[in-house]
């Protein structure tokens, strides 16, 4: 039994309560809760709700409803975040109902969509609201039947008292319990006692999503509201000059046509903040299809960024050829050192045999099937904000900010989001529909074409890696050299794998400076290193003449067992792990004969993931037989939902590895929808994925980018297999592009 | 301007608009269907598959004045109840993530099953080639469709 202090007070819910009143003038209603059974009809609403803390409220009938407090993404949390709660409340999921919790730091932390973190960091928390509210309806019924609390017990939204035989639902105690001090401690469950955490539940929007209900920002909808649209400078490198509107203006449905400064000029920038295209053009009419064909008629003149502007983005119009030339200049002149063991330079000296590989990989666009949009009404004294966004903690105070109101008096809602794989991190359009309905004292939603949504920036990185092995007479691993940069960052992990398991180990690193707006995307950094470093260490395993699991194995030995350095970021056992699983329910070491078969690793994200790729080759094309996943990520709280993250993640890497990238001529994308820029389609799926997950106990960590970075690799050690060629450059496909 | 009467999910319903406007728009800002989604806005991605006549049928370059007196069926109308075979097999087989693609791949699917009852894995990818899912749920979309030949 673990006690943890609790952290929830009165205060923090009574305002979550009048927060969700909120007075909106909505034709539907947003707040109407997600059921967790197929059949909503065996739920009937109750007369009554009584809110035991911020993360749920319980009704006279027993119903219950939990608050989801992290932006959905498409990650599941809104099922797989309230199931903690539920487990620890001891109820039965089909009596719970889940509803989106708004922004609200006073009593969430960290509602967040990115790094694969909401439920690692929301684990504890979670627990304990459940746990909390569990405690207090078992004093509330002590109270009433006179016992020692200790002596109440519960099942399944019951409570019990053994020795008299006494029992009453939730429901019924929910009223006293609602009046009790909240407990300074609370115990929680044991783990093997879990009966909803482990247990396949399907997601809790699902017959929303499946009948086409609203539920997304792009759907929303209030009464007096109005469209927007944004032109934006056509290539990185430019910004407004002029514009005539009298084209546009005239065009039936616009209500009006005006420039917007996205950022007041003494505003301070934080990260997730885009400085790219900082004044736009604004269309606001009273219909989408009215205002794109106004957004056509715009005379717009964009001229070159001065080299002395204020933004401090560098001047120019950039070519991706000269991006990759930039990056082996960068790797050649000017990489800095990260991580040195031994004496890597006197290793590749003695060395009898060096295998030195460079692989690249293009900038990406998160390309979420949402295009980006937000609405936004915004009065003199308050602004409420809705839509798809992973930050609108950090995002509030940018709005705050820009129209000069006080945090408090910015209301920010979350909608279910149509993807974001870390786009929808960086909010620049909350800002801008601010602005815009600000400037019409409308009700405003503002929607990206596709093309404005690909062609804005923000990009994944362009990334470059040099890597080099020192292999001994005997064929053992005795220098490792990496040296990694990106436009504009490098994506190196100095103290990852195979850093801690080679005596003669260095790391380097170079940046290239850019004025393409870039971000995080999938797993940052991890999206390059996995394959590029798991396509090389398959090579390195055959010059040394070895199998590619037991090469790696023997590695990550030595770095459980004697490790090289003390700052290494990973556990080997559980690294060695995944390996060990994923080479036995592939059958690697029996059934391999006659297979083209590719393996590999990686950890990030704090999960690991190994997966083993199989390739039929049919009419001289490869195509995917299968693929196998095996997963440590602790405690799988929803194993299906887990299962279909994981096998998402595998069809995207495979996907981004072998026909995803974006091209500039000029400074300008030259992909701006889905007939130029290439995304993975039905036929080209694997035919099959099996995922199989490491069971343990260990708390659990994320899975939304853990198994997107490993399969790359995997499939590129597949592919070589298949055709006898290595695959350096991404995409694999060459006329994926433009 | 123009009045247009559509046959929607077996209903009349009239609309004033210009005769060029898409359909994906008509469904989406003036009746309030919003089931049909907005992708790419030029049939490449699927999101916004309708059924005309039965047929699946990309609604953000299908143009008002083209759709005359034919039956518009979209997400909301497929069934009355959320209870067509694909729709239960969709919650089945738990197929989305973000979920945002899935009803124009389950109306496309609802085209496919249409014209062909029981297709086969070939038959299902081509016919479905060119829905895409950005989260990659191709596998499950796949057995939800098979689910739903077979009940």
Redesign the interface.
């Known amino acids: 039994m673990t006690t943890v202090k609790t952290k929830l007070d009165r205060r923090s819910f009574i305002r979550s309560s009048a927060l969700a009143g909120g007075g909106l003038l909505l034709t539907f209603s947003w707040l109407a809760p997600a059921c967790t059974t197929d059949s909503p009809k065996q739920l009937t609403m109750p007369d009554e709700w009584y809110e035991l803390n911020g993360f749920l409220k319980i009704g006279n009938n027993g119903a219950v409803t939990i608050m989801s407090p992290n932006p959905e993404i498409g990650q599941n949390v809104k099922t797989s975040m309230p199931m903690i709660v539920a487990d620890e409340l001891d109820v039965d999921w089909k009596f719970v109902m889940v509803e989106q919790a708004p922004l609200n730091t006073d009593i969430f932390t960290r509602q967040l969509a990115g790094g694969s973190q909401s439920i690692r960091q929301g684990w504890n928390g979670l627990r304990m609201a459940g746990a909390t509210a569990r405690r207090m309806l078992r004093e509330a019924a002590a109270h009433e039947w006179k016992v020692p609390v200790d002596e109440i017990t519960t099942e399944a939204g019951v409570l019990y008292h053994t020795v008299s035989g006494k029992e009453a639902g939730y429901g019924e105690m929910a009223s006293a319990a609602a009046e009790l001090t909240v407990p300074e401690e609370v115990e929680l469950k044991d783990i093997k006692d879990f009966t909803i955490i482990g247990t396949s539940r399907k997601n809790v929007d699902g017959p929303k999503i499946v009948t086409g209900k609203p539920l997304f920002g792009l759907d929303y909808k209030a009464e007096g509201m109005v469209i927007a649209m944004i032109e934006h400078p056509p290539a990185f490198g430019m910004k407004l000059k002029s514009f005539d509107a009298t084209e546009a203006k005239a065009m039936p449905g616009i209500i009006d046509v005006f420039a917007i400064k996205t950022y007041n000029d003494d505003y301070e920038w934080q990260w997730s903040d885009i400085t790219s295209f900082t004044e736009l053009v604004a269309v606001v009419g009273k219909s989408t299809w009215e205002v794109m064909n106004a957004k056509l008629m715009l005379n717009v003149e964009w001229e070159p960024i001065a080299e002395d502007n204020s933004q401090g983005v560098p001047v120019g119009f950039e070519n991706t050829a000269d991006h990759y030339k930039k990056m082996e200049e960068a790797a050649a002149n000017s990489s800095r050192e990260r991580r040195r063991d031994g004496n890597p330079e006197e290793a590749f000296r003695k060395a009898a045999k060096v295998i030195e590989r460079t692989y690249t990989a293009p900038f990406q666009a998160h390309n979420p099937m949402e295009p980006m949009n937000f609405f936004a009404d915004v009065k003199d004294d308050f602004a409420l904000l809705a839509g798809p966004t992973q930050t609108p903690e950090f995002m509030e105070k940018t709005v705050a900010a820009r129209l000069g109101l006080p945090l408090e008096k910015v209301d920010v809602q979350m909608t279910r989001m149509g993807g974001g794989f870390g786009r929808r991190l960086y909010g620049h359009f909350m800002v801008e529909a601010a602005v815009i309905s600000q400037k019409v004292k409308a009700p405003v939603k503002l929607i990206y074409s596709r093309e404005d949504d690909m062609s804005y920036g923000i990009y994944r990185p362009a990334y470059h890696a040099l890597y080099r092995a020192a292999l001994d007479a005997d064929n053992n691993l005795i220098g490792f050299h990496v040296r990694m940069g990106g436009i504009p960052d490098s994506p190196l992990h100095a103290n990852r794998f195979p850093a801690g398991s080679v005596d003669n180990y260095l790391a380097e690193s170079f940046s290239v400076d850019t004025n393409i707006s870039t971000g995080a995307f999938r797993a940052p950094g991890s999206n390059f290193n996995a394959v590029a470093e798991q396509s090389f260490l398959d090579e390195v395993a055959e010059a040394a003449g070895k199998d590619p699991i037991q090469f790696r194995l023997d590695l990550l030995k030595r770095a459980q067992e004697n490790p090289v350095g003390s700052n290494n970021d990973y556990d080997a056992a559980r690294y060695a792990g995944v390996l060990e699983q994923v080479r036995e329910k592939s059958g690697w070491d029996t059934n391999s004969e006659g297979k083209s078969r590719g393996v590999a690793a990686y950890f990030c994200h704090n999960s690991y993931v190994a997966n083993v790729v199989d390739i039929a080759n049919k009419d001289g094309e490869p195509v995917i037989e299968k693929v196998y996943a095996s997963v440590d990520c602790g405690i799988v709280v929803n194993p299906d939902a887990a299962v279909n993250m994981t096998e998402g993640s595998i069809v995207d890497g495979i996907g981004h590895a072998m026909y995803s990238g974006l091209t500039f001529s000029e400074g300008q994308p030259e992909q701006n929808n889905f007939d130029m820029y290439r995304l993975i389609r039905h036929g080209e799926a694997p035919k099959e994925i099996e995922v199989h997950f490491v069971e343990n106990n260990i708390d659990p960590t994320g899975l939304g980018e853990p198994p997107y970075p490993p399969v790359m690799g995997a499939l590129a050690n597949a592919l070589y297999k298949a055709n006898g060629e290595r695959y350096y450059h991404q995409p694999f496909v060459k006329n994926s592009i433009g | 301007?123009a009045v247009f009467n559509l046959n929607i999910n077996g209903k009349q319903h009239e609309v004033d608009?210009?005769p060029?406007?898409?359909m994906l728009?008509v469904l989406?800002?003036?009746l309030?269907?919003?089931?049909?989604?907005?992708?790419?806005?030029?049939a490449?991605?699927g999101?916004c598959t309708i059924l005309v006549n039965g047929v699946a049928t990309r609604s953000c370059i299908t143009f008002v004045d083209s759709v005359g007196d034919k039956e518009i069926t979209?997400?909301?109308g497929?069934s009355e109840n959320?209870d067509h075979p694909?729709?239960k097999a969709?919650?089945e087989e738990?197929?989305?993530?973000?979920?945002?693609?899935?009803?124009g791949q389950?109306m496309n699917a609802a085209g496919l099953l249409n014209a062909n009852p029981s297709p086969s894995?070939?038959e299902?990818?081509?016919a479905?080639?060119?829905?895409?899912?950005?989260?990659?749920?191709?596998?499950?979309?796949?057995k939800a469709i098979k689910t739903a030949a077979n009940s």
């Open positions: 301007m608009v210009d060029s406007t898409p728009w989406r800002d003036h309030d269907l919003v089931g049909t989604k907005f992708g790419c806005g030029i490449q991605c999101a979209t997400i909301e497929l959320g694909l729709q969709w919650i738990d197929v989305p993530q973000c979920g945002y693609c899935q009803s389950i894995d070939e299902i990818e081509m479905m080639h060119g829905n895409i899912c950005r989260c990659g749920t191709y596998t499950r979309i796949k």
